[in-house]
């Protein structure tokens, strides 16, 4: 072979090329020598992804994830700290995580997601709402979602309806997001108020409400003793998961299961007529007109305060409750008479969603929902994937220990995490924890005081249920169209009719706006 | 005559009981919040939770633990630095293009340095909150996205259109008299705007530079979508996303965090509020 070139060298030597061979080191080559090389760069540029994939994949990752700061702080240092570093060195990922209050995430969302749809970097890969993100549809990567929920199916079972309703477009037929978590919503009331008015009101001292009926009856009482009932009728979160909660017990409710609206269609109406009528009469009876300046904070703030005898919220109540408790004891106060223990201990949550007429049907109070914007490279795309498959299996204090990142997602969140996948944390595993609930026995309350939470499997609802929870739906939400047609009613400037009308006809609008886009299904 | 005097001192103590009176309200209008952020950031939450105490004063001991929790738990310090940082720069770059704008369109363009003047007006009045998203992929395409350099560079355009109508106004009440005088005795017109106009617009240039940090200190919807990184926040979007857990409010660190924020605002305002109203006012520019 050296002699056959050696053969034609003189031949070629007209031909000879300079072809850098390293940093700084040059070297003649002949024209075949020049194009067997090129041709080898054009084969390697064109096979290499598909060759040598297991090299790349290996390269240093940087996944960016955005989330809220957890209402509870302890889950922060444990993702922040424990998990996130631990996942990224066993996975060669470098994780970035970045925290703002829930608040704010909306609207860093709608930066990225313009930037997305440019085709821009967005400044983060992953991002967890705490709402539905059904809006952000076409700028997310459906297609990881589906793939992630679908080998969490495989690994630990069902997801939730819930968690399917919230993050699943039956249209489209893609997943905008992967539900990690439900926050369930209960009633919270302060005992020894309710134990009290309800022996006056109902002629006997009962546990806690049931019904929407017995808040009413018991409820003027309790107002009556000075302590209202605290339900905002404001433009804010937490008025528009209680007013939905009570219209679905009613039977009633934006939208049917295929996304058309109802509220104001027969046989819906009336029901939706009988529930404004309900809180009018709610509002008339036991409550305050704080409410109609209530924000997100009011109803931790008026409960704790004192002021309030009803609220509906997440466990946060009880937990802030039970924090200030801890700290009393800490201060060396006698837990017999320490008003902060006595007042975490008579902090009740109810063990379902009140009833109405035609069912006990509460809501998830958060939503958390991550998602991956699309069109990211494909090795952030992969560990984005296997971190979120990673978190959610965490949920097991056993799995989260094997891999090195203790004590996991249920504790660490001190249980307010509720896991969509169901079995991520089998029940015997979550009640085992909440029988003998570390933060309660801290604060020295019962130990198996939020046991009953577990039944929010079978009562908490999506927000548009029957129906999706659909980008009209979110609009419908944070336009607080519900919200003003309830309070306009409670506050005497709308008949129920009026204030029905009104609504629905905003509704229909915003219905058929994102009926237009082809994100949302039904016809009327 | 002694009754007339007499009566003349009960007037001139009603106007001085009057004034007195509406000076107090508007006092108390003004300095309560002020008054409310240094009380609560001092008080146990304890106390504060508690409706049934007085909520204007101290019902139990006064407490350090919210500033120790801001110090220690949070980056206030280096949101602080980084507002100061952010407000340094949009002043200085918001002077460099406000003033030789505002010069020459008052100078220069006769009737359409006017009309340009409120057009560049109106452009400050559109909204951040229809801005933000189209300036995001500005910033992307910048590769600005999550460092203050984003906020340096998209400031200017709130501080400079109001900063240029404000110089503009300005410049317009310093007689051009005095400028040709210069140039009469042998100053370039650079030298003349130098040496004889800015001298006399001091107290324009003050209201602009506390204008201008001003917004950069308090503006919330840009410092939102650009930083998310905690370290590089500003203060005013640090503090809010720090210190809220959810629907938590701790309003003993958020008082706190405001407090000290507003205090070095408040100093400067003290120090320069009579050339900032000259500043507004344009009055006695020359005076």
Known sequence: MRRGVSENMSDDRQELRWVRVAEGKWRLVTRREFLRLVGAGLGAAAFGPFVFTEKTAAQPVTLRIL??????????????KVFAPKWGEKNGVRVVVEHVGLAEIPAIAAGEAARVAAGADPGHDMIQYLTPPATLERQVDTEAHREVIEELKRKVGPYIPLAEKSTFNPVTRRYFGVSDNFVPDPMHYRGWMWREASAKALGRATAGPVTWDDVRKVGRELRRMGHPVGLGLSQEIDTGMWLRALMYSWGTGEQDEGGNVILDVPPYRQRTLDALKFVRDLYNETMFAGVFAWTAASNNEEFLAGRISIAMNAISITRTAQTLAAQALKRGEDPKTSKAVLLARDTLITERAPQGPAGARG????????????????????????????????????????????PGKFHASQAYDYPTFENAIPKAKRLAYLRN?????????????????????????????????????????????????FARVAQGIDTPEQALDAAARQIRRVFQKWREQGLVGGRR | MADRRRRGDWRRGLRIGGRALILGAFCTFTAFPFAWMLITAFKRNSDLYNPVNNPFWFN???????????????????????????????????????????????????????????????????????????????????????????????????????????????????????EEQALVDGYSRMGAFLRVTLPLAVPGIIAVVIFSFTISAQEFVYALSFVTNVARKTVSVGVPADMVRGDIFDWGPLMASAFLASVPVAVLYYFVMDKFVRGFTTAGAIR
């Open chain 1, 67 to 80: 989330q809220w700061r957890h209402f509870v702080p302890p889950y922060d240092e444990w993702f922040d």
């Open chain 2, 60 to 178: 139990e001991p006064p407490t350090l633990e919210h500033l120790e929790y801001v110090f220690t738990k949070t980056l206030f310090a280096n949101w602080i630095a980084n507002t100061a940082l952010v407000g340094v720069a949009v002043v200085g770059i918001t002077l460099l293009l406000a003033l030789p704008a505002g010069y020459s369109l008052s100078r220069f363009l006769g009737a359409w340095g006017a009309r340009l003047g409120v057009g560049m007006f109106l452009v400050y009045l559109v909204p951040p909150t229809l801005l933000f998203i189209p300036l995001a992929r500005v910033v992307s395409e910048l590769r600005l996205h999550n460092t203050l350099w984003s906020l340096i560079l998209i400031y200017p355009t709130i501080t400079v259109p109001f900063a240029t109508w404000l110089l503009m106004g300005f410049f317009k009440s310093i007689p051009p008299e005095l």
């Open chain 1, 437 to 485: 609930d570390p933060v309660s026995r801290a604060a020295g309350d019962r130990p198996d005081k939020l046991v009953t939470i577990e039944t929010a499997y079978e009562w908490a609802h999506n927000v548009g249920w029957p129906g999706p929870s659909s980008a009209a739906v979110d609009e419908v939400f944070n336009t607080w169209i519900l919200n003003v047609m």
């Open chain 1, 363 to 406: 809501l998830e109070h958060v939503m958390g929902v991550y998602f991956i914007w699309r069109n990211r490279p494909r090795a952030v795309r992969e560990a984005a994937k296997k971190f979120l498959m990673d978190l959610i299996l965490s949920y097991d204090p056993d799995v989260a220990a094997r891999e090195g990142w203790p």
